[in-house]
């Protein structure tokens, strides 16, 4: 018995480990690696779109007929750079497996840097954020609003930690954390400003209110909040001209409360392919709930240890509100998945900064690590290695394809996350891809010329029954598009709606390639 006792108060001492928390961090990594893509929603329009910022920054001559720089620096453009800059040394599907590399690692790393600042004797609870870097949003493919928090962990921790420097350096590594974020996402842009004024004034209250001197309270909260305010010059002004210049197209769409609160219980954030079979994220919620019951005691002592944990209750609270009153079409869409995970992101800084060290707590984390491995082994073999399948036929068929070519996609699939696929196509060589949905909103770095477009036609026609693509009818030049690709469910060519479709290829293409899967056809013009 003794013995059966020292083995597992062994096994609980390793989870609190270094060790652990590297070896947890390696198995993401190499599981992450075992495909060549890691298939999201718009992940593969996020690799054409680098490409083409590489190519035009290069002076591409072909595609700067159809594409331009965005003129403003908005935020989404971090992860594009990053790409753009990677693949340069290595291939564009290794530049998004190291750029998803680092953002898994950057969390981790990040989050612990935090815990290191607010509660160093419980850093094992920087375990909980690996299974929470998995959202529902990095699955659709939102890298930078993914990437952004990774700023916000290190602004909110370094600043903690300086709080009471007054150096030059601390403010330029703040504005430089803060500008970084703000390329990321300008929602967590916001949560990081909010979050640093209201623990820059509740450490001035804390030191300056013994004094009660009212003037030397508003002093201190005045200048803490100026020299913050300084630091932000370079971010707000990019902001404000983002917003100045960029019109969003928001909707009334929300969702009931009942759903939300839903979405709260069963840790929506983390349910990616299918709501009714990853119910296996509802024990996350408890997991999160019993560390925080069992830290209520010690609350107290926790406020000595860490007065900032209030300041994440309140930005913890005001996530949650938000998720209530704004509704989900506001901005540029999703705004009520974006306010959960801000929401749970909190909820779990709030957590670890009064989180206390015990083996109820360690054997609570091993739960949660094992959940987290059965989630990513359900995701990868339930869907990802299927979707890198479908991924790297398309990039393949690029082979097939001549540079400085028009090609028109034709998404047949049957799968909720591949209607951007058809970007794959455009990463080995220089063509345009008449599906780029990029680069008719102005929040990434490639826009459309869209008053210098010719008309991209087949046969004269600027669309097919159904089926219409970005042109310019208006346009006195004519461009024939060179390819038409279809790819997913192929026997849906035999309905009805696309027999036009069929008599155009049968008449005035020849079939290029097609997969023995059934899942690819590419046409050429004759």
């Known amino acids: 018995m003794q013995y059966f006792k020292y083995k597992c108060l062994s096994i609980l001492k390793f989870v609190e480990s270094k060790f652990f928390f590297y070896l947890i961090l390696c198995f993401n990594i190499v599981l992450m690696s075992t495909t060549r893509f890691y298939p999201t929603m718009d992940g593969a329009a996020h690799l054409y779109n680098s490409k083409l910022l590489e190519y035009l920054l290069n002076g591409d001559n072909f595609l700067n007929q159809f594409y331009t720089l965005n003129s403003i620096s908005t935020p989404n453009w971090l992860s594009h750079l990053i790409i753009a800059a990677i693949s340069k040394l290595f291939p564009i599907w290794l530049a998004e497996k190291l750029l998803i590399i680092g953002y898994i690692s950057g969390m981790a790393f990040s989050f612990r840097y935090f815990l290191k600042q607010v509660n160093p004797d419980s850093l094992y609870i920087s375990l909980l954020i690996f299974p929470f870097s998995y959202t529902f949003l990095f699955y659709l493919g939102f890298y930078n609003f993914s990437i952004s928090f990774i700023f916000l962990f290190l602004a909110i921790g370094y600043f903690i930690k300086n709080i009471e420097s007054e150096s030059y350096s601390k403010y330029l590594v703040l504005s430089a954390l803060i500008t970084l974020c703000y390329f990321s996402n300008i929602l967590t842009y916001g949560f990081l400003g909010l979050t640093l004024g209201l623990l820059a004034i509740q450490y001035s209250l804390s030191n300056d209110y013994v004094s009660k001197s009212v003037r030397n309270v508003l002093f201190s909260v005045a200048k803490s909040l100026f020299s ?128 206390v060290r015990n083996n109820l707590n360690r054997i609570i984390l091993i739960v949660a690590i094992s959940l987290h491995i059965g989630l990513l082994f359900k995701h990868y073999n339930g869907a990802i290695r299927g979707l890198n399948h479908n991924a790297e036929i398309i990039y393949n068929t690029s082979d097939y394809i001549d540079s400085n070519k028009v090609i028109l996609p034709i998404n047949l699939s049957d799968h909720w996350i591949e209607p951007h696929f058809s970007n794959y196509l455009g990463l080995k060589k220089p063509v345009l891809i008449l599906e780029n949905y990029e680069a008719g909103v102005g929040w990434f770095p490639v826009r459309w010329r869209l008053d210098e477009l010719p008309n991209f036609h087949i046969n004269g026609e600027s669309s097919i029954g159904d089926l219409s693509w970005i042109t310019n009818k208006n346009s006195a030049a004519n461009t024939a598009i060179d390819y038409i690709f279809i790819y997913g469910n192929l026997s849906k060519l035999k309905e009805e709606k696309w027999n036009k479709l069929n008599i155009i290829l049968a008449n005035d293409f020849e079939l290029e390639h097609e997969t023995t899967e059934g899942y690819v056809l590419l046409y050429k013009r004759k």
């Open 228 to 355: 913050l305010l300084v630091a932000s010059i370079p971010s707000l002004i990019l902001q404000l001209i983002f917003l100045s210049n960029v019109t969003f197209f928001p909707t009334n769409e929300a969702y009931p409360p009942k759903e939300l609160v839903k979405w709260i219980l069963d840790v929506r954030s983390l349910i990616i392919y299918t709501y009714e079979d990853e119910i296996l994220t509802q024990p996350m919620l408890i997991v999160v709930v019993a560390l925080l019951v069992l830290s209520i005691r010690h609350i107290s002592t926790a406020k000595k240890r860490n007065f900032f944990s209030l300041t994440l209750l309140i930005q913890t609270f005001l996530s949650a509100i938000l998720l209530f009153l704004i509704p989900d079409g506001s901005g540029s869409g999703m705004m009520s998945h974006r306010y959960l995970i801000i929401f749970f992101f909190f909820v779990l800084l709030w957590v670890a900064s009064i989180v």
